[in-house]
């Protein structure tokens, strides 16, 4: 995780390339006693919570994260092609991985940092990509298996997301509508082809449809965040439309970052907790 944040943000890594900051990060984590996730598995189970391990498929803006990594990269080498085979591989060793450590379910993160395919990919070759990789991570678990995907078909094809065919198949356990990439949310959008769809399906599957934080373009640091009342809200209307629960994304962002100074519009901290806690639902 740090060392994505590292490599997104140039501007807050020491030094004047702040290349030779990521490794020593990574290795300081490397040489503690004890893992993170060891920590959030054993504390979130002791809580009675479920603990998903999330992976974010394509998350990658500089080259130096892809180095030695499997598979055809693409955009100067700062995206890998979901076409290739030894990519899907990787992956599913990084959620076998997850699974040893003794997580609940998956989550595949098909709506965070797209594209996933170069541009004169065929719309074909996109869906069977996505769908060999769904099924490669059904092939490893009976656990649940969650998938986030565009609520809106004509943004969510282009990167080989077909979660109603996924959903034939009985390939999920959940399936979490959002909105696309960093894309605001109106709350205008509604998830009734996923609940159809869930309902078809040979393998029980809910709808968690997400609620984005921010209700315009984001901006870092100076984005203002949906009110408590509307979150709560939204998440009532969802459920009368008949979804199972609903799915926070970009969690952190209903907080001001420590250490930093915070033009955030909106509710307090204190607000949010009582959202959440109103809502009474698993938080991602």
Known sequence: MWNRCLAERPDDRAGAGGVDVIPGVIERYAEQP???????????HAHGMKVFGCVRLNHANWR??????????????????????????YLLEVYEDLLEKGVDGLTLDFERKAPFFPEDTP???????????????????GKPIAARVCHDAAKGEPQGQDPEGWLREGLLDAVIPATHNHEPDL?????????RAAKESPRPCAVWPQIWPTPGPWVEYRTRRNEPDQVVERARELFRDGANGVYYFNFCCYWPRLGRPSDYVGGRPGEYEAMFRKTNLGIS
């Open 64 to 89: 130096a994260m892809l180095d030695g990594i499997p598979g055809r990269d693409f955009v100067n080498g700062m995206r890998k092609d979901f076409r290739d085979e030894s990519f899907h591989r």
């Open 123 to 141: 719309q074909r070759e996109r869906f069977d990509a996505c769908r060999a990789f769904v099924r490669g991570v059904r092939k490893l678990t």
């Open 187 to 195: 709350m205008d959008w509604g998830g009734e082809r996923f609940l």
């Open 34 to 44: 004890l893992d993170l996730l060891d920590i959030v598995v054993k504390h979130g």
